[in-house]
């Protein structure tokens, strides 16, 4: 998955995301990829500009202490960032996020270990 050409430099737009020695974004979790992507498409769809992107991202980044000994990570920021966007723009809303965040976690939690997780087995 690559950047937006709009987004300039990828060191410079977004200088704490994480990289591989080629420079291309790592992951340590396949939900962090997810949101990524999800990220990206939403801008190419027209959704947001990478300026409000970085924005976002930099604002969810500076609301929480580094050195906290429950910092959020990037993509927990990263996250945060994308969900205030999609709030902000009125594509969803905070109790729409949060039912999606709870279902996922349901799901991920009624999940066996090494199997993907389905929305449906999160359901009662």
Known sequence: MTLP???GSIRDALPDLPRDRDGDPVFS???EARVFAMTVK???AGLFSWKEWTQALGAE???TADDA???PGYYDHWLAAFEALL???GVADGGQLAALRDAWDAAARATPHGQPIELDKGRS
């Open 69 to 71: 000994p429950d910092a």
């Open 61 to 63: 980044i500076a609301r």
């Open 5 to 7: 050409e709009d987004a």
């Open 29 to 31: 979790a396949p939900w």
């Open 87 to 89: 709030t902000a723009k």
């Open 42 to 44: 939403a801008h190419e």
